[in-house]
């Protein structure tokens, strides 16, 4: 079905091609759940946690990773069903559930990756104390120990503890987002009424949720950790004179983050962002977590006074918040992790002395993160741009950025050496609105132009493009990229990006940026980049149907698809009519996912493939055999209806034959992993593929490319060096 935010290209199909239609199947037969698939996702990753070959502290750091992405699925994904069902909203989704049957479906599913983290952690914490890192309890503590900690606490704590009473005075007090608190039980020794107080629990307010003890062993990697909670359970008697504690019960919150506001009626973008982060901070409670052997009053009273249905919205739990595991994982034990990696020069820049003169000459470069660095690739694009007297502006898209980046900084060189800098902030990439509010007025006090992209579209693309006066004129140099522009993600994410002075991508790219300052003239036309809303989506179904006909007419036919997720219903459709026709479609899908691979009748000619490593695969290339005149792209776009209807997006072609098979190879070797793939069956459930031959995971095999890439590069650079002297 064509989309009103599409237009049709050139290469479009002029008929449809009669396949067979699917009414032979229920919708929960050809169509996976969002919801559902992103968090079998999480069940992959929470399994590298149990796989005792990975080193043990990157196992405890999968636990964290999980316990952190359920955070952020209760707070977008289930807020946002929460609020259909309050709204009565009667559609179903493309699975043709409704919205209350998805939150039951997905609290199942919950219910047992909460079982499977509990247990690993059990065993994780076992394993930690063999190998010296000792997470206790205040009662494991000898007596000079105690002593000690509860002088650190009444020195560091105490002071930062405000105990809230409830009773008719006081009523019961606001529990801010993801915090960890105490209910505590309380009376006089005189009394037989009882008090309850919540206290609390200040972790990352300049505190650590386990707090080390200092030990008298000689050997350094005897590290013994205090949860925070534990350590307030312990010296309750301070924060509370002369009263016997009943009981005391670790509880913990999770609010709605979906707080959008119509952008159509907004006098002022930021405005609007910034009451949308206020009421976030006050939104409706979707989740309610306890420690196992909770009083039951204090279960009862909790989800009473937070509104929630203590049946169905309250998850019990050994520990809870395990994501503050993050601290644990950044221990200094290298015994205990993966051999560090250290990203390698990008072959093409190796010993070039302008980047401008080295993209011109031998471009177009595709670099590899974290493979291959950012800094010396992305970061010194623009902080060569910001210091060449021959460039006299810069544009950029800016999603995501981090404080320990350079990349505002070299923007505000550039300003300051008088180039004119153009940055389009998504103000509203959701949970770093705050950051990028302040980078975008910081900018823009610097003499920056800067702009918020168009009024109900998310500017997600990745792109920096620069205009140079060279030797034969003016000329257009790019990055586009499948990752954000964010120094920290740079190393834990498997990305890609192309560096060109193509002048029609320039010309693409004039016009794009255009679009994002003006909101002008949207259906412009473009030579070699799809960009989303208007053109990305149709260009996908003409290439999937043009496979299709081929298939037909009894040609080679194949696709090949690497993405984050797979969710829109119209190219699901078109893939399976590809099938039918014969096409061969191998799908690299890393998380959500809603087309069934293998199933007879339906995707015999379809796989699907999903991989997990100490790299996050966040790259996105989309290839097409086009009868031997091979296609890729790569580019920002997942293929879900959000990045193909509602943000702006680009896809650039890959036309430089070495860069092709660069890209080809990638996928023939992401394709045969067996050390962290899993293979989707027929039943929408996924089984890891077998290891038979030992072989290596395809991140360290591409750690090693690189390595060689650039170690070959420098010795003909040095010999180039040495015969010039």
Known sequence: MKSKNTVKTTESANTAIDFSDFSQFSPQDIYLNRELTWLDFNRRVLSEAAVVTNPLLERVKFLAIVSSNLDEFFMKRIGGLKQQVAAQMTALSVDGRSAQEQIDACYAVVGQIEEELNEIWLQLHCELAANGIHILQFADLSSEEKEQMRLYFAQNIYPLLTPQAMDPAHPFPFVSNLSLNLLV????PDSERSSIARVKIPVGQGTARFVEVASNSENPQIRKFLPL??????????????MQVIAADLFRVTRNAITEKSEDKAQDLLLLIKDELLERHTAPIVRLQYCEGILPVHKGMLAAELRLDEEKDTFASRTLALKDLFEIYALERADLKFPPH????????IGEDNIFHAIRKSGPFLVQHPYESFSSTVERLLADAAQDPKVIGIKMTLYRTSADSKIIEHLLDASRNGKQVTVVVEVKARFDESANIRWAQRL???????????????????????IRHDYDGLRRYAHIGTGNYHSGTARQYADFGLFTADRQIGADLTELFNYLTTGYTPNRKYQKILPAPRHLKQALIDKIRREA????????????????????????????????????IELLVRDTCRIVAGRAGLSENIS??????????HGRIYYFYNDGQEEFF?????????????????????EKPELQLKLAHYLDVQFSETVGAWQMLPDGSYERRKNTENQEHCQEI?????????????????RKTKSLT
């Not at 039980?185 to 006089?188: A, P, V």
């Not at 699907?608 to 695969?617: A, H, K, M, Q, Y």
């Open 444 to 466: 823009e006090e610097a003499g920056i132009h800067i702009t918020y992209g168009i009024v109900g579209l998310k500017t997600h693309s990745k792109l920096i493009y620069i």
């Open 608 to 617: 699907v493939l999903s991989i997990v490593g100490r790299f996050l695969e």
């Open 634 to 654: 790569i580019g920002s776009a997942d293929l879900m209806h959000r990045n193909l209807e509602s943000r702006v997006e680009v896809l650039v072609q890959i």
């Open 342 to 349: 250290y990203p390698e020069e990008q072959e093409n820049f």
């Open 229 to 242: 909670e534990d350590l307030i359970l312990a010296n309750l008697d301070l924060l509370f004179p002369e």
């Open 549 to 584: 006909e081929l298939a037909k007419n009894g040609k080679t036919a194949k696709i090949r698809f690497k993405c984050n997720a797979l969710e829109d219903k119209d190219l699901v459709d078109e893939l399976y009519r590809a099938s039918q026709a014969g096409v061969q």
């Open 702 to 718: 591409f750690i090693k490319e690189a390595k060689s890439r650039a170690k070959s590069a420098s010795q003909i650079r040095h």
């Open 185 to 188: 039980s309380l009376q006089y």
